[in-house]
């Protein structure tokens, strides 16, 4: 029944030709059973790479502005697919049913407006900071995640962080020992990189772009598949994932953090709406957290999934039926030790004058203010490890309170 | 001298093996002085030589080989008398480009794959249990020892390494690039046996490398002489028919070899010979052979000359005579051969097609035979003039690279010297393309239209997605283009790069981009 197999090539990395980081082998770490309250508690961080467009999956209806500037694929609580009202202002996106029980349970949390505090555009730069956890893009080493659990203190009987993928996210990287693990099935050349391959061929290279497509096709035609993306299998996939690291994460001595990250969320064009791309991807990581919830069985008491991603998106569509590189955008919350049902956010509204550089969602929320509440509830660091080790130079960021039970 | 990245990436990409990443300023180097980059490799011939720690002579392998082949032998007898024994070695892994693979190429193939031997255990029925996840117990990679390499296997490996570290680590990969030319051009297929397999990279470097810059002459004798193309082309089977041993024995005349020679290595089909030519050249060259394990006619696994094998009495060959003079008669031959107006154009034609054209352009083709023809076969002038044709920089960038031309470059911009072959030896199987294993004694294609395939652009992006989730996370990709192509990048392959969702993504897409695969 366990369909997750033990990914060979992350435990004999030293062996390997293009091996990346090296990789600590199996370690005892820090015991962060509660003795105070039984609690044990869990964390999964999932980075969202490519940029989640925050509103349209959790839709300000209730902004007068939203719905003319995000244009064609803006949510509505009403028509075919009407998106779920989280409050009187915001609502879910209709793909996320799952993410919305949890929060009528109260056990999600939605933070909006919020960023790391890089400012520009770029993937490669805002992806660091937001795993490194500095306050600017550099190439550090080391991230947030890992330095927290270096900061955990000793314990015994508890094994390391857990790197989820065919290699560790920054996030995790640095000097606490990670164990890796991948499911087999985890797609290396996938569609969204093929088609800017493609797209890029077309303009300087019509012969590869021909030769390309066809070698795609046929793929596609022997896994009796079209040329269409294939929502089914990233969505399978993203599940697939979530399935095989609850069910380490839920052994009684496996590991209590763990990270993954999901690629595909750069929706430059047709970026679709209540159905489309980001509604099969937004599908995907729904499932995700089921997964995790059911994998994790009661130990999903204990535990905090938080999602975030590197930037938000313009708030104005562009010509393509997409969303461009922004800024604000949402972090997720889910997980029975969220205090949820609510959507957190100091609301800057979509005015033009409102917006960050007239683009964007102005952020209003320092998204380490979010993680530094999590990690603080879950694992009681303190307010000084937090501002100067996990998140360096972030004291004025301050953590957020309330977040988990 | 203004820079000129453009010309740079002709130097670096159409004659070397790619720009290095890291440190190296391979792309400023070669933009100040794009010919002279080139050409500083053609100064230094005894730099082509391999030389390396456990490396051996083919005579000390072909050794080693008989031995094993022996040990097996009596293992097998053993285990047929029914004493218990070791398990007879395994085939080798890597022995042959595996069909089913190719053909059933999943991702996660490609993952296995990569991560090499340690991956090639199978998890039992699909599932390693969290049980395994526990503090204190032995990594899983550990559990299931995986069956010791033999010394065929060994060598082999440790050949292919020397090699692809050489790749990596020469300055432009000229000289790399002749040699990779000349050792397809005279190829042997290391599918043949476990000689073939055995001798692979002692062939290249006994036989091709010591005259890449030298006399094509020479290096013809180097090839036809060597045990690893006798065996290839079944020549240390032919008998002369009027020979003792032919005589004694109901075999005799193998043409293989006097073929091949002939259509493959120097006049090329349609090169004035004919049939009575090819068999007068295969009892020419009859005895030429390699001393067996015994001993008999030499040191075992060297070249020798058998006497009682040899045809005797002279030979007519492509008008001429040659008297009876053992050896030295078919060596007379095979100089006479080399330096044959269709030799040269034969290789002129087939060098500017690896070079510069699918299509090569005729007046090219003609000036190189002219030098050919004036120089001897002077490979080092015949690289030269190459070097110094307009031709050669002028002509768009078409040509496509090979796999293993797209794996080298991809390391080197990677700055990644490998310390195992593995990941190499399994995407060249992958791509079609087996190291030292090509199809036939015509050797590997050369024109995009063999490499430019839908199955192989879509293997290479597995591949380069493979490469990009494992090293990604590591580069900064503006950078590595910077190294690979500064400003003679396309506006759209930077955007392309610049735009990628992530670094993995990036890396994949910049090692598919047309500065990459195309030169």
Known sequence: ?405 | MARDSQAALVALNRFGLGARGGASGDLVNAASDPRGFVKAELARPYGVLLEAPGLQSTPQLGQAAFAYQDQVKQAREAAKAGAPTEAPPQAPADQKPDTKLRRNLSLNTVTAEIAGPMAEAKPTDGAMKPDGMQPGAAPPAAAKPAQPLNVIQKTFRTEALARLQRAMMVDCGFTERLVAFWSNHFCISASKGELARMWAGAFEREAIRPHVLGRFADMLKAVEQHPAMLFFLDNQQSLGPDSRAGQNRKRGLNENLAREIMELHTLGVGGGYTQEDVTSLARIITGWTFAGRKGQIGLPGSFAFNANAHQPGPQVLLGKTYEANGLAQGEAALADIARHPSTANFVATKFVRHFVADDPPPALVARMRDVFVKTDGDLKALATALVDSDEAWKAPLTKMRSPYDFLVASGRLLARVPEDPGFYLNSLNLLGQPLWTPAGPNGFPDTAAAWAAPEGMKLRLDIASQMGARLGPNIDPLDLLEFAAGDAASPETRRTIERAESRQQALALLLMSPEIQRR
């Not at chain 1, 697939?240 to 690291?245: D, E, N, S, Y």
């Not at chain 1, 099969?280 to 975030?308: H, I, K, N, Q």
């Not at chain 1, 969303?323 to 800057?348: M, Y």
């Open chain 1, 1 to 405: 029944m366990i369909d997750c197999v033990e990914n060979r090539l992350l435990t004999s990395r030293r062996g390997l030709l293009l091996g990346g980081a090296s990789f600590a082998a199996w370690a005892y770490l820090p015991k962060f059973a509660r003795a105070a309250d039984g609690r044990d508690p869990r964390l999964v961080v999932v980075i969202l790479r490519g940029a989640l467009d925050g509103l349209a999956t959790v839709a300000p209806v209730g902004d007068p502005d939203y719905a003319g500037l995000h244009g064609s694929i803006a949510l509505a609580t009403d028509g075919a697919h009407p998106a779920t009202r989280l409050d009187g202002f915001f609502a879910l996106h209709p793909a996320m049913p799952e993410f919305a029980r949890m929060y009528r349970d109260q056990h999600a949390a939605v933070i909006h407006a919020v960023a790391t505090p890089y400012r520009d555009r770029s993937h490669f730069d805002g992806q660091d900071v937001l795993e490194s956890g500095y306050a600017g893009p550099g190439r550090v080493q080391s991230g947030w995640l890992n330095r927290a659990l270096e900061a955990l203190p000793r314990g015994e009987r508890v094994s390391s962080g857990l790197a989820v993928g065919p290699t560790t996210p920054l996030v995790l990287r640095g000097n606490a020992p990670t164990v890796g693990w991948a499911p087999v099935a985890l797609p290396q050349a996938d569609d969204d990189t093929a088609m800017r391959l493609v797209d890029l061929y077309r303009h300087r290279d019509p012969a590869l772009a021909a030769a390309l497509t066809q070698g795609l096709q046929l793929e596609k035609a022997a896994s009796g598949d079209d040329m269409k993306p294939k929502p089914g299998n990233a969505v399978a996939q993203m599940r697939q994932v979530a399935r095989g690291a609850a069910k380490l994460m839920a052994a009684d001595d496996g590991p209590r953090i763990a990270a993954l990250a999901f690629d595909g969320w750069d929706t430059h064009a047709n970026e679709g709406g209540p159905v489309g791309r980001l509604a099969f991807l937004l599908g995907g990581l729904d499932g995700a957290l089921a997964e995790f919830e059911s994998g994790l069985g009661e130990r999903w008491r204990d535990t905090a999934v938080v999602v975030a991603t590197e930037f938000g998106r313009t708030a104005r569509i562009n010509g393509t039926d997409g969303t461009d590189h922004g800024t604000g955008t949402i972090a997720l919350l889910a997980g029975g030790a969220v205090k949820g049902g609510r959507v957190i956010s100091d609301w800057p509204g979509l005015k033009p004058a409102n917006l960050y550089e007239g683009r964007d969602l102005k952020p209003t929320t320092d998204l380490r203010s979010v993680i530094k509440g999590v990690l603080q509830g879950q694992f009681g660091l303190s307010d000084q490890v937090l501002a100067q080790t996990v998140f360096p130079d972030s004291a004025a960021a301050r953590p957020m309170k309330g977040l988990v039970a």
